[in-house]
Protein backbone atom coordinates (compact mmCIF):
# COMPACT_ATOMS: atom_id res chain seq x y z
CA UNK A 1 0.00 0.00 0.00
CA UNK A 2 2.84 2.64 0.95
CA UNK A 3 4.58 1.31 -2.30
CA UNK A 4 1.15 2.35 -4.70
CA UNK A 5 1.56 5.91 -2.27
CA UNK A 6 5.00 6.53 -3.16
CA UNK A 7 4.33 5.68 -6.99
CA UNK A 8 1.15 7.76 -7.23
CA UNK A 9 2.86 10.71 -5.34
CA UNK A 10 5.73 10.26 -7.74
CA UNK A 11 3.54 10.40 -10.55
CA UNK A 12 1.75 13.58 -9.35
CA UNK A 13 4.82 15.27 -8.89
CA UNK A 14 5.79 14.53 -12.53
CA UNK A 15 2.91 15.24 -14.39
CA UNK A 16 3.30 18.99 -12.10
CA UNK A 17 6.78 19.22 -13.64
CA UNK A 18 5.07 18.50 -17.01
CA UNK A 19 2.98 21.78 -16.19
CA UNK A 20 5.35 24.53 -14.90
CA UNK A 21 7.85 23.38 -18.02
CA UNK A 22 4.77 23.86 -20.58
CA UNK A 23 4.20 27.34 -18.83
CA UNK A 24 8.27 27.99 -18.61
CA UNK A 25 8.56 27.17 -22.67
CA UNK A 26 5.53 29.54 -23.16
CA UNK A 27 6.71 32.48 -21.40
CA UNK A 28 10.38 31.98 -21.61
CA UNK A 29 11.06 35.64 -22.63
CA UNK A 30 8.90 37.02 -20.23
CA UNK A 31 10.30 35.42 -17.23
CA UNK A 32 13.42 36.36 -18.00
CA UNK A 33 13.01 40.26 -18.58
CA UNK A 34 10.96 39.78 -15.21
CA UNK A 35 13.96 37.96 -13.41
CA UNK A 36 16.44 40.35 -14.93
CA UNK A 37 14.66 42.97 -12.94
CA UNK A 38 15.78 42.02 -9.80
CA UNK A 39 19.73 42.54 -11.17
CA UNK A 40 19.40 46.13 -10.51
CA UNK A 41 17.52 46.11 -7.73
CA UNK A 42 17.92 45.91 -3.97
CA UNK A 43 18.13 42.07 -3.95
CA UNK A 44 21.22 42.31 -6.82
CA UNK A 45 23.33 40.45 -4.66
CA UNK A 46 20.69 37.91 -4.13
CA UNK A 47 20.21 37.28 -8.15
CA UNK A 48 24.39 37.22 -8.79
CA UNK A 49 24.29 34.13 -6.43
CA UNK A 50 20.71 32.38 -7.69
CA UNK A 51 22.08 32.92 -11.41
CA UNK A 52 25.89 31.45 -10.04
CA UNK A 53 23.94 28.27 -8.56
CA UNK A 54 21.45 28.16 -11.21
CA UNK A 55 24.44 27.87 -14.33
CA UNK A 56 25.82 25.14 -12.00
CA UNK A 57 22.95 23.54 -11.91
CA UNK A 58 22.27 23.28 -15.47
CA UNK A 59 25.49 22.47 -16.45
CA UNK A 60 25.15 19.62 -13.91
CA UNK A 61 22.74 18.43 -12.82
CA UNK A 62 20.31 18.94 -16.17
CA UNK A 63 23.21 17.73 -18.18
CA UNK A 64 23.65 14.38 -15.97
CA UNK A 65 19.70 13.70 -15.42
CA UNK A 66 19.55 14.25 -19.55
CA UNK A 67 22.49 11.36 -20.18
CA UNK A 68 20.71 9.08 -17.46
CA UNK A 69 17.34 9.57 -19.43
CA UNK A 70 18.84 8.63 -22.96
CA UNK A 71 20.57 5.56 -21.33
CA UNK A 72 17.48 4.44 -19.90
CA UNK A 73 15.50 4.58 -23.53
CA UNK A 74 18.44 3.13 -25.11
CA UNK A 75 18.30 0.49 -22.19
CA UNK A 76 14.71 -0.22 -22.50
CA UNK A 77 14.71 -0.44 -25.88
CA UNK A 78 17.15 -3.43 -25.99
CA UNK A 79 16.01 -5.01 -23.02
CA UNK A 80 12.39 -4.90 -24.60
CA UNK A 81 13.11 -6.54 -27.42
CA UNK A 82 14.58 -9.05 -26.24
CA UNK A 83 11.40 -9.58 -23.89
CA UNK A 84 9.35 -9.73 -26.90
CA UNK A 85 11.23 -12.43 -28.57
CA UNK A 86 10.96 -14.41 -25.29
CA UNK A 87 7.45 -14.10 -25.61
CA UNK A 88 6.62 -12.13 -22.37
CA UNK A 89 3.10 -10.93 -21.33
CA UNK A 90 2.11 -7.74 -20.30
CA UNK A 91 4.54 -5.70 -22.02
CA UNK A 92 3.07 -2.63 -22.12
CA UNK A 93 3.56 -3.11 -18.11
CA UNK A 94 7.26 -4.39 -18.63
CA UNK A 95 8.52 -1.60 -21.13
CA UNK A 96 7.44 1.12 -18.15
CA UNK A 97 8.63 -0.57 -15.73
CA UNK A 98 12.41 -1.09 -16.85
CA UNK A 99 12.49 2.39 -18.26
CA UNK A 100 11.71 3.26 -14.86
CA UNK A 101 13.87 1.77 -13.39
CA UNK A 102 16.49 2.65 -15.59
CA UNK A 103 16.38 6.23 -14.53
CA UNK A 104 17.87 4.79 -11.61
CA UNK A 105 22.09 4.87 -12.47
CA UNK A 106 23.72 1.53 -12.19
CA UNK A 107 21.63 -0.03 -9.85
CA UNK A 108 18.39 0.06 -12.14
CA UNK A 109 19.27 -2.66 -14.34
CA UNK A 110 20.15 -4.94 -11.56
CA UNK A 111 16.93 -4.17 -9.72
CA UNK A 112 14.86 -4.43 -12.83
CA UNK A 113 16.44 -8.14 -13.48
CA UNK A 114 14.64 -9.30 -9.92
CA UNK A 115 10.84 -9.25 -11.04
CA UNK A 116 12.01 -10.22 -14.52
CA UNK A 117 13.72 -13.42 -13.55
CA UNK A 118 10.47 -14.47 -11.83
CA UNK A 119 8.38 -13.87 -14.88
CA UNK A 120 10.96 -15.80 -17.05
CA UNK A 121 10.78 -18.67 -14.61
CA UNK A 122 7.40 -18.78 -14.77
CA UNK A 123 6.63 -18.68 -18.59
CA UNK A 124 9.54 -20.85 -19.81
CA UNK A 125 11.62 -22.54 -16.94
CA UNK A 126 15.49 -22.61 -16.33
CA UNK A 127 16.11 -21.58 -20.41
CA UNK A 128 14.26 -18.17 -20.17
CA UNK A 129 16.01 -17.23 -17.07
CA UNK A 130 19.19 -17.89 -18.60
CA UNK A 131 18.44 -16.16 -21.91
CA UNK A 132 17.25 -13.19 -19.66
CA UNK A 133 20.45 -13.13 -17.59
CA UNK A 134 22.53 -13.04 -20.43
CA UNK A 135 20.47 -10.15 -21.95
CA UNK A 136 20.92 -7.73 -18.58
CA UNK A 137 24.71 -8.70 -18.80
CA UNK A 138 24.95 -7.73 -22.06
CA UNK A 139 22.88 -4.44 -21.27
CA UNK A 140 25.03 -3.79 -17.99
CA UNK A 141 28.20 -4.07 -20.00
CA UNK A 142 26.42 -1.61 -22.86
CA UNK A 143 25.82 1.05 -20.06
CA UNK A 144 28.66 0.38 -18.50
CA UNK A 145 31.46 0.15 -20.83
CA UNK A 146 29.49 2.27 -24.02
CA UNK A 147 27.24 4.73 -22.67
CA UNK A 148 28.53 5.78 -19.47
CA UNK A 149 31.87 6.23 -20.41
CA UNK A 150 30.51 8.70 -23.55
CA UNK A 151 27.15 10.19 -22.03
CA UNK A 152 28.16 10.69 -18.07
CA UNK A 153 31.73 10.11 -17.51
CA UNK A 154 32.54 13.24 -18.27
CA UNK A 155 30.13 14.80 -15.53
CA UNK A 156 30.79 12.05 -12.70
CA UNK A 157 33.68 10.01 -12.85
CA UNK A 158 32.43 8.68 -9.85
CA UNK A 159 33.51 5.02 -8.98
CA UNK A 160 30.17 2.07 -8.06
CA UNK A 161 31.01 2.21 -4.42
CA UNK A 162 30.47 5.69 -4.32
CA UNK A 163 27.33 5.39 -6.42
CA UNK A 164 25.79 3.25 -4.41
CA UNK A 165 26.58 4.71 -1.09
CA UNK A 166 24.37 7.55 -2.65
CA UNK A 167 21.91 5.77 -3.90
CA UNK A 168 21.40 4.22 -0.59
CA UNK A 169 21.36 7.46 1.60
CA UNK A 170 19.32 9.56 -1.50
CA UNK A 171 16.49 6.86 -0.85
CA UNK A 172 16.55 7.00 2.86
CA UNK A 173 16.06 10.41 2.67
CA UNK A 174 13.93 11.45 -0.46
CA UNK A 175 12.48 7.80 -0.98
CA UNK A 176 11.87 6.49 -4.97
CA UNK A 177 12.63 9.95 -6.15
CA UNK A 178 16.26 9.95 -4.18
CA UNK A 179 17.22 7.05 -6.54
CA UNK A 180 16.59 8.93 -9.60
CA UNK A 181 17.78 12.44 -8.70
CA UNK A 182 20.13 11.25 -6.04
CA UNK A 183 23.61 11.19 -8.37
CA UNK A 184 22.82 14.28 -10.28
CA UNK A 185 22.64 16.18 -7.03
CA UNK A 186 25.92 14.45 -5.57
CA UNK A 187 27.56 15.43 -8.49
CA UNK A 188 25.78 19.06 -8.49
CA UNK A 189 27.52 19.75 -4.92
CA UNK A 190 31.10 18.15 -6.17
CA UNK A 191 30.39 21.57 -8.86
CA UNK A 192 29.92 23.58 -6.14
CA UNK A 193 32.51 22.41 -3.78
CA UNK A 194 35.07 22.14 -7.18
CA UNK A 195 36.21 18.75 -6.88
CA UNK A 196 37.03 17.65 -9.55
CA UNK A 197 39.54 15.02 -11.40
CA UNK A 198 42.28 15.16 -12.95
CA UNK A 199 41.09 15.60 -16.53
CA UNK A 200 38.12 18.17 -15.76
CA UNK A 201 40.87 20.24 -14.00
CA UNK A 202 43.06 19.93 -17.31
CA UNK A 203 39.67 21.41 -18.94
CA UNK A 204 39.07 23.80 -16.99
CA UNK A 205 42.50 25.32 -17.17
CA UNK A 206 42.69 24.60 -20.87
CA UNK A 207 38.80 27.14 -21.01
CA UNK A 208 39.84 29.29 -18.35
CA UNK A 209 43.08 30.62 -20.31
CA UNK A 210 41.01 30.37 -23.90
CA UNK A 211 38.74 32.98 -22.16
CA UNK A 212 41.26 35.25 -20.56
CA UNK A 213 43.41 35.24 -23.73
CA UNK A 214 40.02 36.35 -25.55
CA UNK A 215 39.63 39.41 -23.48
CA UNK A 216 43.08 40.33 -23.93
Known amino acids: MD ?43 LYDNL ?25 TLITSLALFLMDFPQMLSLVIMVF ?27 ED ?5 ITIVVVHCIETYFLNPRLMASKTSLPI ?23 PVFVFLLDILDVRNEEQKQKHTFFGNRKKTQHK
Open 161 to 183: FYTFIVLIFSESYFGVWGLIIGI
Open 51 to 75: AYFGKKFVSTFGVVLEAQLVIAVIN
Open 3 to 45: SLKSFGALGMSFFLALILSLFFSLEKERVAKFTAQFQTSKLSF
Open 129 to 133: VIYLL
Open 100 to 126: LFGLIPVAGVIISCIPLTVIAYTIGGV
